[in-house]
Structures are given as C-alpha cells and as structure tokens.
C-alpha cells in the first residue's frame, strides 16, 4: 500500500544545531515534493519544492534533498531558532498533469529550546 | 493581499446534526481546495474546484459531504448529518492556476470541527 512516513516523535533541538526532518514514502513515484510549516490553530505556510531531478535546494538557512531511490527527502534547517519551533508537513505531488494532487506526510514537531 | 478566509474558526454541534463551513480564497485564484486534517495526521484532500467545477471529489465521503463554489469564488462545505469521526479541522487553501506541483497552495487557518 502506498505510505508516507514522517518521525511521529517531536524533535527536540537546542537553539544554533542543525534540525534534520526525514519524509519516506513507498509504492510513490512523485515528481516532485513540497515542505509546508504549520503553527498551532493555523493552515499550513508553504516553504520549499524540490523536483525529482534535483537533488537539493536551498532557500536561506533551509535545505531539503530529494532521494528517489531511497525514496526519501531530507528537510534541513541550519542556525536553528526557537521561531523554527512548528510542525513541519511534507507533501508529494502525486499523479500527473491536471489529475495530479498532493498527498501529504502526518507532520514532525520541532521543538527548538533556547 | 489578503489571505484566504474562512469561517467559523470553531464550531461544536452534536452528532446527527448539520454544519456548514465557508471559504473566500484569495482574489484571482482559479483552484480551490478543501480539505480535512485530524489531529495528529496531515491535511487529506476531500474536494478540489477549478473555477466553479469539481475536478477531483474522490475522497469525499459523498453520503454525507456536499460542496459547492458558486461564481468560481467562494465556497461551501456541508456535513449532514455529523459523525463523531467528523471531529477535525477543516483547511480551505487556493492556487492561481491548477498546474501541479509548481503552484503554491495557500491556506486558510481552517475551522475546527467538534462533534459530541
């Protein structure tokens, strides 16, 4: 069956370490693969997209890399702050063209101490 | 520019009974989205609209989910009647265009949903 897995286990960082997500999937073969950042009582807030033809991306102290034969994606965040403490969400485009949807992980907690 | 609204934020109703939930999505986006997120789990998708059509309502429990978008602008999502397992927060997102996955999805804060 197809499966996205993200850690169910909060994270727990102290302020200034690099903070490592990991998202997997199985029976997928997504194109391409988004990040989201969700604060409590609020919608998801849209951070990164890597295709599969790239392997990394970057975006200010945010990196995300995109294994399709691990089938696996990796979300970096370097210098971390305690305004990094959110649930972060990963999201696989699935399907193709007009039919295509996203599908998304269940979410990892970062908690980020000062 | 403003974001996409929703409301209410929170609802509480008793099992059996009906609710309604809308959405304004942010002016000018052709796709809208709605979808349910129970605590703990990601957003899953229920229906997505093109404008005023429905392009994918695969996963909405159609016996008792209804949803409309008038004009192509705002929407409505129904649930009649309610079930316990109905108890979620439901996410209301827009998009420019439907040309997946390079259009950014925005959301709503969503309307938390309690069924006794």
């Known amino acids: 069956s197809q499966k996205i897995e993200q850690n169910s286990e909060a994270l727990n960082i102290q302020e200034g370490k690099t903070a490592t997500l990991t998202c997997n999937y199985t029976?997928?073969?997504?194109?391409?693969l988004q990040w989201y950042r969700q604060d409590p009582g609020r919608g998801p807030v849209f951070l990164l997209l890597i295709r599969e033809n790239e392997k990394e991306k970057r975006k200010e102290r945010l990196k995300v890399t995109f294994d399709t034969t691990l089938k696996q994606s990796l979300f970096h965040i370097t210098a971390s702050q305690p305004a990094d403490s959110a649930t972060y969400l990963c999201a696989l485009a699935h399907g193709s063209g007009n039919t295509g949807k996203l599908i998304f992980g269940q979410g990892t907690t970062l908690q980020v101490k000062p | 520019e403003a974001g996409v609204a929703q409301s209410p934020r929170y609802k509480i109703i008793e099992k059996r009974q009906s609710v309604a939930f809308w959405c304004n999505p942010i002016s000018g986006h052709a796709t809208l989205y709605w979808y349910q997120q129970i605590l703990g789990q990601g957003p899953k998708l229920l229906i997505q609209?093109?404008?005023?059509?429905?392009?994918?309502d695969s996963q909405l429990p159609k016996d008792r989910f209804s949803a409309e978008r008038l004009k192509g602008v705002d929407s409505t999502l129904k649930i009649q009647p309610a079930k316990l397992e109905d108890s979620a927060v439901y996410l209301c997102?827009?998009?420019?265009?439907?040309?997946?996955?390079?259009?950014?999805?925005?959301f709503g804060p969503g309307t938390r949903l309690t069924v006794l």
């Open positions: 997102a827009s998009s420019l265009i439907r040309t997946l996955p390079t259009d950014t999805q925005y």
């Open positions: 029976n997928y073969s997504p194109a391409y």
């Open positions: 609209f093109q404008n005023n059509g429905v392009v994918d």
